[in-house]
C-alpha cells in the first residue's frame, strides 16, 4: 500500500506544528491553494460568516444533547433545527455505550498528523458494523455530498473511516451524514446510496482518496517549512 498510516506516532513524527494537517486543510487547498496559505502559513483568518455561526451552535446543541443529557431547546433557531434531525439519530444510550461523541483522535497519513473529532462513533445496533456520524447544516439539500461523493471523494469521510476501521481492525465502515435545512420549514436528511440500506464504506473505497490526501499533505509541509509567500500560489480556479 503506498499510502503510509498510522494511528501511532511514527517516531515523533508530526509532532512539529509543520507536520500537521486536517481535512478541512486539505479541503481548502483544494480549492484555492493561496487562501490556504493566508490562513495556515501567514496566520490570517477570516471572521466567522452568519451561516458558519448557525451551524457552530446547531452543532454545539447536538454535542451537548449526546454528551450531557441537555434537552434540545426548540425555541430557539438551533434547536428547531437540530431536532429536524432527531429521529435519524442512533440513541444516545448506544453512542454512549458503543463509542462516544465529539471524539477526538489523531491519525498519520504519509508521516504528517491529521486530527480530526468525530461527531458521533459507535456501532449499529442493526448491523454491528462500526458507525462514523457527521451533522451537517446547509441552506439546501442539493448543496450537500451524496453517497458516491461520501465513497469516493471527500476527505473527512475518507479519513475519519480510516481511522474506525485501524482502530477497532475491521475491513469495513458504515457513513452516516445527516444535512439539516436552515431556512423555510427544518427538514433532515440522512446521506444513502441509491441501492438502499446504509452506506458502507470499504479501505478499497477510500484508498484513492487518501492517495490524494497524502499528496496533499507533503505539499502543504514543504510549503510551509519554505513559509511560501501566498502571493506566489495560485488562486482559486475560475
Known sequence: DPVRIAIDTPGGIGLDRQMRSSPSQ???????????AWIYIAGLRGIQNESAALGSRVHKVIEDFFTLGTPIDMTTLEGEIAMSAYHLWPSRETVLSTGGAEVKFN?????????GIKDLAFT?????RRVVADHKTTKNFRYGKTATDLRTKDVAAAVYAMHEMLTHGVPEIELEWYYMTTEGHKRALLVAPEEGGPLVITREDIKPT?????????QQVKLR????????LPPSPP
Request: glycine content about 10%; aromatic content about 10%.
Open 225 to 232: 517549512l519554505q513559509q511560501t509567500n501566498p502571493l506566489s
Open 26 to 36: 486539505v479541503d481548502t487547498f483544494e480549492g484555492c491553494q493561496r487562501k490556504w
Open 107 to 115: 491519525l498519520w497519513i504519509g508521516g504528517v498528523e491529521f486530527a
Open 124 to 128: 449499529s445496533p442493526k448491523t454491528g
Open 210 to 218: 487518501l492517495e490524494r490526501v497524502e499528496k496533499v499533505a507533503q
